[in-house]
């Protein structure tokens, strides 16, 4: 990789503040607005896969739960002699 020149990094900032300077508000405003709507999309695509996890992790401990309810049922019904 080439190191970049004092002289190379001028004329690139020359480039942007060229360009900064052509753009009118107006196309700032319809920038910021594309900005945000892609910020505001990865932010709820984040929230929704932890929703979805969160909610996964729920029914997991529910269905564990249930198979551990359903055990000592069991184990209580064969303490106390019942067969099933």
Not at 42 to 53: E, P
């Amino acid at each position: 990789m080439s190191k970049v020149t004092p002289l190379d990094a001028t004329s690139y900032a020359g480039g942007v503040v060229s360009i900064g300077s052509a753009v009118t508000l107006s196309q700032w405003g319809v920038i910021a607005g594309i900005l945000t709507a892609l910020l505001t999309l990865l932010l709820n695509v984040w929230y929704t896969r932890q929703k979805n996890a969160r909610e996964q992790r729920a029914a997991d401990q529910a269905a564990h739960l249930a198979e551990l309810a359903e055990a000592e049922s069991k184990a209580r019904l064969a303490a106390l002699g019942v067969k099933l």
